[in-house]
C-alpha cells in the first residue's frame, strides 16, 4: 500500500511556484499637473518639450482601474488536481500492482526455499537402546545406553557431544536449565541419515530417582548450528523414558 502511494505521488505533476511580478510604480502626481500646465502655455515650443509619455494604466483582476499591478499572479491551473488521462492512471495504478505483485512473489519463494530447507535438514535425536528378547529391565540401572541417530534426510557433522548422571528424590529438585560441564570434541564427524553412534553412561542409585541428561551439537548440510539437549529418566517397567523439566528436552 505504501508503495502505490509513492508511485501515485511521483506521477502528480509539480506545483509551479508562484512568480512574483515587479511592482512598477504609477505616475507622479506634481509631473502630471506640470504637464497640464505647459500644455496650455501659448509657447509652443515649450509644449514638445514638455510632452510626456502616457502613464500605463493598470487594471485589477476585477477590471477596475489601480494605480499599481498586482505584486503576485496565481496561476490555478498550475495546481495537482487536474483531469487525467484515463490511460496514464489506469498505467499507474498497473505499474503499482505489478510491483506489488514482484514483492509478493519474492516472499513466497523465501518461504519455500524456508520450508525446504526445513524438510530436507538433519535431525539429530537420541534414543534408549531397547533390551533385547527376553530380557526384562532390572529394578536398578546400571548404566545409560543411547543411540544418537539422524532422523533427517540430508547429513549432519557432530561436534560435541555431553551426558551427564544425576540421582535425585524427586524431579522438581532439578534446576530450571541444565548445566553441562565438560563436552566431548567429536570434531566434525559426519553422521548420514538413518546412522547412529552409541552415547552410554553408567548409572547407580540407592533408592533415589535416576536421571539421565546431555547435549549434542552439530551442523546440518546448510552449515547452521543446532542443538539436541535430552533427558530420560528411569522407570523399572518401561526402562528409560524422556522426563525433566523443559529445557531438558529441546531440539533446534
Given at each position: 500500500?505504501?508503495?502505490v502511494m509513492?508511485i501515485l505521488v511521483?506521477?502528480?505533476p509539480?506545483?509551479?511556484?508562484?512568480?512574483?511580478?515587479p511592482?512598477?510604480s504609477?505616475?507622479?502626481?506634481?509631473?502630471t499637473?506640470?504637464?497640464?500646465?505647459?500644455r496650455?502655455?501659448?509657447d509652443?515650443?515649450?509644449?514638445?518639450?514638455a510632452?510626456k509619455k502616457?502613464?500605463?494604466?493598470?487594471?485589477c483582476?476585477?477590471g477596475?482601474?489601480?494605480?499599481t499591478?498586482?505584486?503576485?499572479?496565481?496561476?490555478?491551473?498550475?495546481?495537482?488536481?487536474?483531469?487525467?488521462?484515463?490511460l496514464?492512471?489506469?498505467?499507474i495504478?498497473l505499474?503499482a500492482v505489478?510491483?506489488m505483485a514482484?514483492?509478493?512473489?519474492?516472499?513466497?519463494v523465501?518461504?519455500?526455499?524456508?520450508?525446504?530447507?526445513?524438510?530436507?535438514?538433519?535431525?539429530i535425536?537420541?534414543?534408549?537402546?531397547?533390551?533385547?528378547?527376553?530380557?526384562?529391565?532390572?529394578?536398578?540401572?546400571?548404566?545409560f545406553?543411547?543411540?544418537v541417530r539422524?532422523?533427517?534426510?540430508?547429513?549432519a557433522?557432530?561436534?560435541?557431544?555431553e551426558?551427564?548422571?544425576?540421582t535425585?528424590s524427586?524431579?522438581?529438585?532439578?534446576s530450571?536449565a541444565?548445566?553441562?560441564?565438560?563436552?566431548?570434541?567429536r570434531?566434525?564427524m559426519i553422521?548420514?541419515?538413518?546412522?547412529?553412534f552409541?552415547?552410554?553412561?553408567d548409572?547407580r542409585?540407592?533408592?533415589?530417582?535416576?536421571y539421565v541428561y546431555?547435549?549434542?551439537?552439530?551442523?546440518d548440510v546448510?552449515?547452521?548450528r543446532r542443538e539436541?539437549?535430552?533427558?530420560?529418566?528411569?522407570?523399572r517397567k518401561?526402562?528409560?523414558?524422556?522426563g525433566?523439566?523443559?529445557k531438558?528436552?529441546r531440539?533446534t
Open positions: 500500500m505504501r508503495l509513492v511521483l506521477a502528480l509539480p506545483i509551479q511556484s508562484v512568480k512574483p511580478i511592482q512598477k504609477g505616475p507622479d502626481t506634481k509631473q499637473k506640470a504637464a497640464d500646465e505647459v496650455d502655455s501659448p509652443t515650443g515649450a509644449i514638445n518639450s510632452k502616457p502613464a500605463p494604466d493598470y487594471k483582476q476585477d477596475q482601474n489601480n494605480a499591478e498586482p505584486a503576485y499572479k496565481v496561476d490555478v491551473t498550475s495546481f495537482p488536481i487536474q483531469p487525467r488521462d484515463p496514464y492512471f489506469l498505467y495504478v505499474t505489478s510491483a514482484a514483492i509478493g512473489a519474492l516472499i513466497a523465501e518461504v519455500q526455499i524456508r520450508t525446504l530447507r526445513s524438510s530436507e535438514r538433519a535431525w535425536m537420541i534414543t534408549p537402546v531397547k533390551p533385547q528378547k527376553g530380557e526384562v529391565f532390572p529394578d536398578i540401572a546400571v548404566e545406553k543411547g543411540a539422524n532422523l533427517g534426510k540430508t547429513p557433522r557432530i561436534r560435541e557431544t551426558i551427564q548422571y544425576k535425585v524427586d524431579l522438581l529438585e532439578l530450571k541444565p548445566q553441562y560441564k565438560a563436552r566431548s570434541q570434531n566434525e553422521i548420514v541419515p538413518t546412522d547412529s552409541p552415547l552410554d553412561v548409572t542409585s540407592l533408592g533415589k530417582i535416576q546431555g547435549i549434542v551439537v552439530y551442523r546448510y552449515g547452521k539436541t539437549q535430552f533427558g530420560f529418566v528411569y522407570n518401561m526402562g528409560w523414558e524422556i525433566g523439566p523443559e531438558y528436552n531440539a
